[in-house]
């Protein structure tokens, strides 16, 4: 089976050279903190690093744990900045070891359109979208013989689409846990609210302490000084960030004058009275008394961060919020004096320093960036920074490591979706959002989005005009050539191309035109797709678009492969190849190896088929595209059955089904499912191969497409076998009766083969 769409949007494979290509060969690609990156991590989580010590509440902990033992939703419910969050992930980092699949967190703050939520959970759990399948089943299918534990932080804004999931996967996988964190519950059935309370004194002081160390290393808690701690804490309702933002104060400030402060600020929220502080109050106040210890140029600057979602670089720091009473050059200064304050969380473990804001001090400093006005102008210049960044890893794609590029890329998605949002769902600019909708087509394919990115392109075509803005069309069109296959890519690989023709854009109307050719590839039209990519090839080469080239090279060669000319399909992987190697992305090889696999393959050389799908699968399972590996199982299965590798065979179709299905890939799935139909006659059960072949010939005639090489191979072995057991009339028998098999039935009968 050959990879197909996935080079739309990913370097295309081509001939095979054993061991030419180690980029690197010792470097493992690591995910950023908090991102999930298949096969990079050693155990089975994505819980962010934490930067701090955990002070407190271990009855708490001890109580959440023993509800998930007996309950499979625990909502963790409470104010803001009463620790909701730091209390999951330690009840998740305790329990690691007992869930199997893992403890995977997702977190919502960042979101801003709820649609997003199927998508960043199907995310975080590593999993890859399919279009066209509702997402939120696709989730609870996936989870469904898991056993995990699945963190969704922040949900009050959400509420709606996470209780909504949470009931489906709860309904569909038994043994999976979810623990939320929310200001309310999620109000779905037989959840068990557990109300997060402020820390008890002793702990509220303990915090404080430890805080303050940080602050500043000479701090000690002494006799004379600890009562006034104490009355702090009270004071501050032993909320966790309130302990945080007040310790964060004395390196400069000595704690009398601390406590003197404070009770000036509560006097005057409460009008002298000496009743407790309202709680819900205590936060706000000490984040104005926070604010308003900053000096002017602070002020503005805390503001102005509350545009970004999830994180910032200092780049987008300077770019979107500098000028306009602010100087570029006082940045890093402002940024190291937020951080101090402890207004700004800053990450400086990785290559390159990233910053972020609490979800109550973001919230808070968004509230003062809407109340000045200046909101709507620091969103658009939020929007046209991040287009800019988008469309220049638009251009880096090709060129070096992708799994660098998507690890460096996935960084900004949290932003890349707060712009969306504010240009095409809140109608604000729909040129400015389609700009960033379509640069990004390569993330949505990389990154396991498909459906995500559909989506953000579907908005940005319904509002963008073609005539008035033939360049952000065209791209829009071509980023869903890439996110679809066959029948479906055609038409708007067409579109694409006759735009970019249209404004005399050479270069990307012979991207478009290549991906043209895939389609036409793969609905069976191989004259008209030969014709159409060798044009592509010949405007590429004149432009000098080394990357389309390679791409181009090797639709030819896979198209020579289907024609029967072994020697043009070897000739042009070979050029394939070297273009990739020019392009250093060591992701070109990975997919030369397929393919040459494959010509190995159906030229008679299964032993030198399987070595080399057996490399490109080593250089795949770095990365978390789970269409891929599954063909690459597939391919394997079917190589194996050659060499009289049973069993061996049977762990690479299971396998390639259970990525298949993963990505809720309808074409994969029925490959996998005819090579264990070929495992099952081979093993004497005919029968069940029969039933199977039916199932299977029903997908390919719902899908409008044809058997290749190595899958006819597999068929007409199959077929050959089930003569030698059954009689005519009984495999038709046996067809029809699995043709009317659901999935999950034919699923079932597989794995018993």
């Known amino acids: 089976m050959r990879l197909g769409a996935l080079s739309n949007s990913l370097p295309a494979m081509s001939s095979f050279t054993p061991r030419v290509w180690k980029s690197q060969p010792d470097r493992t690609v690591e995910a950023p903190a908090g991102k999930f990156h298949a096969h990079h991590l050693i155990r089975p989580d994505n819980l962010p690093i934490a930067r701090t010590s955990f002070i407190g509440r271990e009855r708490d902990v001890a109580e959440v744990k023993e509800l998930l033992d007996r309950r499979a939703l625990v909502t963790l419910a409470g104010s803001g900045g009463v620790g909701k969050t730091r209390l999951a992930l330690q009840v998740g980092t305790e329990l690691i070891d007992r869930y199997p699949d893992g403890v995977w967190f997702v977190d919502l703050a960042p979101l801003s359109d709820p649609e997003l939520v199927y998508s960043v959970t199907a995310q975080a759990l590593g999993m890859n979208q399919q279009a066209d399948r509702p997402i939120d089943r696709a989730i609870s299918a996936w989870l469904k013989r898991k056993k995990l534990l699945l963190i969704f932080d922040n949900c009050e804004h959400v509420v709606a689409p996470v209780a909504a999931l949470t009931a489906s996967i709860l309904h569909t996988a038994p043994d999976v846990r979810v623990l939320a964190t929310s200001r309310h519950t999620l109000e779905v059935g037989g959840e068990a609210a557990y109300r997060v309370s402020s820390l008890e004194v002793r702990e509220a002081i303990a915090l404080f302490v430890d805080r303050a160390t940080a602050a500043d290393t000479r701090f000690t808690l002494t ?140 919230a808070y400093a968004l509230e003062k960036l809407r109340v000045s006005g200046d909101r709507d102008a620091l969103a658009r210049r939020h929007a046209e920074f991040f287009r800019a960044q988008a469309e220049g890893a638009s251009e880096r794609y090709g060129t070096g490591s992708i799994f660098l590029w998507l690890s460096d890329v996935e960084l900004e998605l949290d932003n890349d979706r707060a712009a969306l949002a504010w240009a095409l769902t809140l109608g604000n600019d729909a040129v400015l959002g389609g700009a960033i909708a379509g640069a990004l087509s390569a993330l949505w394919a990389n990154a396991s989005l498909v459906v995500e990115g559909r989506y953000w392109v579907g908005l940005a075509l319904e509002r963008v005009s073609e005539a008035e803005q033939p360049r952000v069309a065209a791209r829009l069109w071509y980023a869903l050539s890439a996110l679809s296959a066959g029948k479906r890519a055609h038409e708007p690989a067409e579109r694409s191309m006759r735009l970019y023709a249209s404004i005399d854009d050479a270069r990307w109307s012979a991207r478009a035109q290549r991906n043209v050719a895939l389609a036409l590839y793969q609905m069976g039209h191989l004259d008209e797709a030969k014709a159409t990519v060798e044009d592509a090839l010949t405007i590429s080469r004149s432009s000098q678009d080394i990357w389309n080239a390679a791409l181009c090279l090797d639709t030819q060669g896979t198209v020579e492969l289907v024609r029967g000319d072994v020697r043009a399909a070897r000739e042009l992987f070979a050029q394939a190849l070297a273009a990739f190697k020019a392009l250093e992305t060591e992701f070109g090889t990975s997919l030369v190896l397929c393919s040459m696999a494959e010509l190995e393959f159906t030229y008679g050389h299964p032993n030198q088929a399987l070595r080399a799908i057996s490399e490109a699968l080593e250089i795949q399972l770095r990365g ?26 049977r762990e690479s179709a299971r396998e390639g089904l259970r990525m298949a299905r993963q990505v809720r890939n309808e074409e994969t799935i029925a490959v996998a499912l005819q090579h264990l139909s070929v495992l099952a006659a081979l093993g004497g059960d005919a029968r069940r191969g029969a039933h199977l072949l039916g199932y299977v010939d029903r997908q390919y005639t719902g899908l409008g497409i044809q058997r290749e090489q190595t899958e006819q191979w597999g068929y007409d072995k199959l077929i050959a076998t089930l003569r030698d057991t059954l009689s005519a009339n009984e495999i038709e028998t046996l067809e029809a009766e699995g043709a009317a098999w659901s999935e999950e039935q034919a699923v079932e009968e597989a794995l018993k083969a």
């Not at 978390?624 to 059955?641: E, F, P, Q």
């Open 223 to 362: 006799n004379d000084i600890a009562p006034i701690v104490a009355d702090m804490c009270r004071r501050l309702d032993g909320i966790p960030l309130a302990i945080e933002l007040a310790a964060a104060r004395v390196k400069v400030l000595t704690i009398p004058h601390l406590a003197e402060r404070l009770n000036e600020r509560f006097k005057i929220l409460t009008g002298g009275s000496r009743d407790a502080l309202p709680r819900q109050k205590t936060l706000t106040a000490l984040i104005d008394w926070s604010y308003d210890l900053l000096t002017p140029q602070e002020q503005l600057f805390f503001a102005r961060l509350g545009i970004f979602a999830g994180g910032f670089g200092i780049d987008a720091a300077t770019n979107v919020c500098g000028g306009d009473g602010l100087d570029e050059f006082d940045i890093l200064d402002l940024l190291g004096s937020l951080t101090d304050k402890s207004l700004v969380v800053a990450d400086t473990s990785g290559e390159r320093e990233r910053y972020r804001l609490l979800e109550s001090t973001a």
């Open 624 to 649: 978390k595209n789970a269409t891929l590996i599954a063909i690459s199982h597939n391919n394997s299965a079917a190589y194996r059955i050659a060499l009289g590798d049973l069993q061996g065979s």
